[in-house]
T-cell receptor, first 111, second 112 residues
Framework: DAGVTQSPTHLIKTRGQQVTLRCSPK?????VSWYQQALGQGPQFIFQ???????QRGNFPDRFSGHQFPNYSSELNVNALLLGDSALYLC??????????FGQGTRLTVV | DAKTTQPPSMDCAEGRAANLPCNHS???????VYWYRQIHSQGPQYIIH???NNETNEMASLIITEDRKSSTLILPHATLRDTAVYYC?????????????FGKGTTLSVSS
């Protein structure tokens, strides 16, 4: 049983560009959450998707947007990249009211 | 903001029990205590969670005080592979799942 898978594992982008990160949830999970983890900090909650809708959102600007597909996979989009967006982006999946399982993350570097 | 307070670091000798404390004095009645750990450059790994009763699984034990204002994660026989950042998180279970608000965690160093 594959766990949570994220792609790509590493990515380098230029300031001002746009990026799309992808996440496939653990089999049977229907909820996907995204987190940003800057170096030396704990993960910060970005938003959560359930039934293809954004259900909760953390304190992130509108440049951060997402989508959930009918097969429960999800994308995180970040527009107008800033140097400060450089971080490890983590995806977590869960089934309603159960614990979340995390992927290994996508390391985004903005130059 | 995170609703928990943890010591920034702890040391433990290999083979001994590691007891990681967490304070969550503002926890509400329907909020759970979750523990995750993160080994360097990997995604966080779920360890255990509880509401009011003590819990045990193959990885650890969770002891929650009667007033629920603090808890302790116990790794009964720590190994070098348990060296990681441990996060104590208080959260409620909504219909869609649990959004986790991480703090800075405790860096546990296990040495031989």
């Amino acid at each position: 049983d594959a766990g949570v898978t994220q792609s790509p594992t590493h990515l380098i982008k230029t300031r001002g560009q746009q990026v799309t990160l992808r996440c496939s949830p653990k089999s049977g999970h229907d909820t996907v959450s995204w987190y940003q983890q800057a170096l030396g900090q704990g993960p910060q909650f970005i938003f959560q998707y359930y039934e293809e809708e954004e259900r909760q959102r953390g304190n992130f600007p509108d440049r951060f947007s997402g989508h959930q597909f009918p097969n429960y996979s999800s994308e995180l989009n970040v527009n107008a990249l800033l140097l400060g967006d450089s971080a490890l982006y983590l995806c977590a999946s869960s089934l309603a009211r159960t614990e979340a399982f995390f992927g290994q993350g996508t390391r985004l570097t903005v130059v | 903001d995170a609703k928990t307070t943890q010591p920034p670091s702890m040391d433990c000798a290999e083979g001994r029990a590691a007891n990681l404390p967490c304070n969550h004095s503002t926890i509400s009645g329907n909020e759970y205590v979750y523990w995750y750990r993160q080994i360097h450059s990997q995604g966080p790994q779920y360890i255990i969670h509880g509401l009011k009763n003590n819990e045990t699984n193959e990885m650890a034990s969770l002891i929650i005080t009667e007033d629920r204002k603090s808890s302790t994660l116990i790794l009964p026989h720590a190994t070098l592979r348990d060296t990681a950042v441990y996060y104590c998180i208080v959260s409620w279970k909504n219909q869609a799942g649990t959004a986790l608000i991480f703090g800075k965690g405790t860096t546990l160093s296990v040495s031989s």
